[in-house]
């Protein structure tokens, strides 16, 4: 299950950690608090760290900042694509 961390409110650890949402719901889930924010901290880097990629690239290549695994420590590690970007072209499901 992902859970979009803009609708998180408040974290508590109960012992288990419950997440309320702004809505009121409430999410138990394994996690112990300071791996769901370190989580949602590192999805939140790597969104803006591919933003900032893709800007800045001239070439056009394409770059996947897949979100960590828990086996892998939480670091998330950085997966180019070649290939040409359509200039000025949006991706589907943002045509205005």
Same mark, same amino acid.
């Given at each position: 299950m992902f859970i979009n961390e803009d609708l +998180?409110?408040?974290i508590e650890a109960t012992p288990d950690t419950v997440l309320t949402l702004v809505d009121g719901r409430k999410i138990v889930v394994a996690? $112990? $608090?300071? +791996? #769901?924010?370190?989580?949602?901290?590192?999805?939140?880097?790597? #969104?803006? @760290?591919?933003?900032?990629?893709l800007r800045t690239r001239p070439s056009g290549e394409l770059v996947m900042f897949p #979100? @960590?695994? @828990?086996?892998? %420590? %939480? #670091?998330?590690? @950085?997966?180019?694509? $070649?290939?040409p970007r359509a200039a000025g072209r949006r991706p589907a499901g943002g045509e205005r």
């Open positions: +998180i409110e408040s996690d $112990p $608090p300071h +791996i #769901v924010v370190d989580r949602a901290r590192l999805y939140r880097a790597s #969104v803006l @760290a591919a933003t900032e990629e #979100v @960590a695994d @828990a086996g892998d %420590g %939480g #670091v998330a590690k @950085a997966e180019t694509k $070649p290939g």
